[in-house]
């Protein structure tokens, strides 16, 4: 089974541009993401796919392996999907360039999804860890996620759910971890199936996996990280990172 990871790197972002090349300790975030990915060992490759000149020169400059998309793309599926549409791979781990904190076990735990799947039944494998601030369970910015008794993906949303209507039952609140690993042939899926009304809707291309049928199984974790969405995260990773 060849494992490769990649990571969408898009040098535009709506609440802080250019925030990947944002120093992080002397190296720009994208770098640190990198490194952290080939440092755990687990890919045969690892890749940084952009749209960003700046990005691929700083991770081809120190050795690394950059793919410039030829296309426009809305999400980090599409740009992956073409990144690997001719290789020779079996599973794709989706690591965010905006996540220097990456961990072996994290990205171990959804590789494993696919070593026990013998019947290749399972789509895709993503990261759930439980949350109980309540700020942050009604932040929009959070993306929840619901699931079977098997842990698999029954929904994700910006709102929160289940909807609390009894305060009284100790109901687990979960965020989605925007790690994943596609079978191949159900990334490539993704790229030619066209978005419906709930992934329009919620702004979550997750969604359009499970309106087409795909099965998602999650996986909890108690690893955090920290994600750099603002310039006020980049100040606790500069903190963590000391």
């Avoid at 020779?88 to 961990?103: A, K, L, M, R, S």
């Avoid at 029954?154 to 109901?171: C, M």
């Avoid at 965020?175 to 899926?189: E, V, W």
């Amino acid at each position: 089974m060849k494992i490769i990871a990649m990571i969408p790197a898009r040098y535009a972002a709506s609440r802080f541009p250019g925030k990947l090349m944002q120093d992080l300790q002397g190296k720009p975030v994208i770098q640190r993401t990198y490194e952290a990915a080939l440092k755990t060992g687990l890919f045969q490759e690892v890749y940084v796919v952009t749209d960003s000149t700046t990005i691929y020169d700083t991770i081809t400059n120190i050795g690394g392996k950059a793919i410039m998309s030829e296309k426009q793309h809305e999400c980090g599926s599409d740009r992956i999907a073409e990144a690997v549409e001719s290789m020779d791979v079996d599973i794709i781990v989706n690591v965010q360039g905006d996540e220097p904190f990456t961990d072996r076990e994290s990205l171990a735990s959804v590789i494993e999804v696919f070593k026990d799947d013998v019947k290749k039944e399972i789509d895709l494998a993503s990261l759930m860890t439980r949350i109980t601030d309540w700020v942050e369970i009604n932040d929009p910015n959070t993306v929840k996620v619901i699931v079977d008794n098997q842990n698999f993906a029954l929904y994700f949303s910006r709102a929160p759910i289940p909807y609390p209507r009894s305060r009284e039952l100790d109901i687990p609140y979960f965020k989605h971890k925007g790690i994943y690993a596609f079978r191949k042939s159900a990334l490539m899926d993704f790229q030619r199936l066209p978005m419906l009304i709930l992934e329009a809707t919620e702004k979550i291309e997750a969604i359009r996996y499970l309106e087409y049928g795909k099965k998602i199984k999650m996986v909890e974790t108690s690893v955090t990280g920290i994600e750099i969405d603002t310039p006020e995260d980049l100040e606790k990773a500069k903190k963590e990172w000391k």
